[in-house]
């Protein structure tokens, strides 16, 4: 054969029985395989390449800046020179409240005095007459307010308010600011003047609450190694964009999410993938025998086959990345109203990972099989032999490269190394458990057929064993991926339901309360329960104290915090002080505790206690029984744990670090809170609500809690059409792997039928077999399925987790109706006597 034909000739043969083997389907499912594994990967970088660019950026725009650094002390003048000296651009801002005054009112206002140059990031929208045009910048001798401000301060542009000590001309109204962020608590209205001007208003003063703001822009590595050069103090942070706002929880899950799943549907890819290649490699063995009888050398038969896999690459690398495309746009499609116009380019990095990654899994799952098909023995072509081993150290090279990938691609991802080792772990288990179970199953009787059946599976337990096992994966791969998608949006929809508030009311006088709360009711109005409000701090920890109240010196200061940090149990790191001790805290009390808290450890008191939230439980260390020191108001209390909450703090109702008994805390002043949904018919009324009651400050999250549920609507369609992926993806896998198994009975089936076996007798024994195997794998699934998803609902996602009895049942009968379909398109081929 290979004296018979020219080079030329040669190659032109080689191409041309390549394509007519792809041409007639010979090589269509890895051709399927490898497409999907490409399509996969492309879309999923795609679209997190881009999502993360966008991300980075709206993260960075809310920043005002690419880094941020905060602190209650201003930085050295050297220190900032030495900062600037850097390819950079540095803004200033210092924060700090202070009264305004005008000719009809006076209220605390929050005072940011800013340089010309900010924001670096983002826009700040300034507005003087609207006949004018906008402004984005603050100069010298302006005054810019909150739009509340007018109101409250029955002021007008150009009017001219005292700002602490200074008079300033009111310039205009703050309609964007950058840096805007939800804080219900945060009641002082924003005003806006110039660096410059700082020094007439006054408001640094001994004793004063002030924050400094150091903006940054500039190149990620210059700003990466400032960060490495400048040694904070306990008083001084870093502001990244990766500081999670309210809906950052809800995101962080769903990129957890769609990275599980992306692996997931991989690994079923890539084990369709590499069955089909080894079916392919066994249905080769003749051919490849008689070439080698007619004198074809390896160099010739590795020609032959690498022209096929190269040209079923160049089919997959054209269907993937065209179906990759298409699977880019419809998961990026629901997220079109939160994505800009102008998006990132997504480069040439999703094309080059998709293909580098379908290679790296090909590599194996092509090369060992064909590696072994080479070396078949010209003597197959007559008689059936035992095809020769691979080389051990071929095997080894060829699986090293994908596992480095592997490692190096999932990298400090617990949730998907969590997935893989639970994984493992069970199939190991389960399949001694399939095998078991099988073993047992001898002692039943059901005829004939279902003892041939039986024997058959017992005949070949390694095969059988395989066969479970893999059944089981696709299976369970296909509930979790399932699970998880309906275990995160339970979440979110419990989280934030429809009818979440959406509406705070703060500051409600005492005395105001029952009317506002009556009238509230009458409007219709859903609202929570009201609170009464008051603002302190936690100073001690039975008697460790880790703050300085207002009757203690530096020097008492200094010897508490040498003993807390000399207790070697229970401490407070000064290094890292947690930030609800740095600030003043929204404290309550309540006869009875929250309907939407959840009691996770002790019990609710009537008498001196108090009920802490479980997350600052966990980080201060605080236990049941401890006695905790309390300032309001420069007096101290203190109160004894009763009970640790669980706080759910994104479903936009009243939350509480520390709930008290009545006891403790009603004998302070405090004004009311409460919140409520306001529907869209509603708004009159919410406006007649507001006029009759001008003090009560009303905070309206219309816009931000309906962009958080139209959010979570549109990341929930992107899981649904990446589930339906994965669940594809599974169906091919397990229809791939019964077609296979039952393809591998043909000889053995048609032996029987020719020895005069019935065709009915042939067709129950097959149902048997493979209905025993089927009704196994879909019950051990589920096993496996309710164990995972546990464990990465309660370890990584940490949610509560519930059983899920439907499972039970769907996973059996959906293996059952898959054996039935794949036995139907094949059992007549089967049944046919052997010629």
Known sequence: MSNGFSTTNKHLFIVSWAWREIRQGQLWLITLALSLIIACVFALSALVSRVEAIIVDQGRSALAADRVLVSSQPLASSQLLALQANAITVSQQTRFGTMAFSDNGMQLVSVKAVDSAFPLRGQLTLQSVPTQALSHHIKPNQLWLAERLFSLLNVKIGDVMMVGDAELTVSGRITQDPELSFNPFSQMPTVFIHQQDMEAVGGVQPGSRISYRYYFSGSNQVLDDIRQQLILT???????????????????????????????????????????????????????????????????????????????????????????LGLEWLLRYPLQNLLPDQLPAMGFAPVVVSLLLALLIALPALGIPLSRLVQTSAINSVQVSTTAASSLRLVWLLLFFPLLAAIIWIGTNVLVWLSLLGIVVLLIVLALIGVGAITLLQKLTFGAAYSLALSRVNRSKTKTATQLVALTCSLMLLAIIGLLRNELLTDWQNTLPANAPNVFALNIAPEQQQGYLADLDKANFIRSQSYPVTRGRLVAINDRRFYVTSNETATDQAENNTEINNELNRKVDDDSVDPALKRELNFTWAKELPSHNEVTKGQWGKVKGVSVESGIAKRLNIRLGDKLAFTVGGLEFSATVNSIRHVEWRNMKPNFYFIFTPDVLQSFPATGLVSFRVGEQQNELLNTLASKYPTVTVLDLRMMATRIQRLLAQVSWSLTVLAGLGIVSGLLLIMTLLRLSISDRQTEIQLYRTLGASRKRIAATLWFEYGIIAVLAGVIAAIGAEFVVGLLVVKGFELPFSLHPMIWIGLPVLAIVLVYLVSQSQIKKLLLPLR
């Open 234 to 324: 306990p008083s001084q942070r870093w502001l990244t964009e990766n500081d999670a706002g309210r809906s950052g929880d809800f995101i962080e899950r769903a990129r957890q999410y769609l990275s599980l799943t992306l692996v997931l549907v991989v690994l079923m890819a890539a084990a369709t993938l590499v069955l089909t290649c080894q079916h392919y490699a066994a249905t080769r063995k003749t051919a490849v025998a008689m070439m080698k009888s007619l004198g074809a050398t390896k160099g010739l038969l590795w020609r032959w086959l690498l022209t096929q896999i190269g040209l079923v690459f160049v089919v997959a690398i054209f269907i993937g990345l065209t179906l990759g």
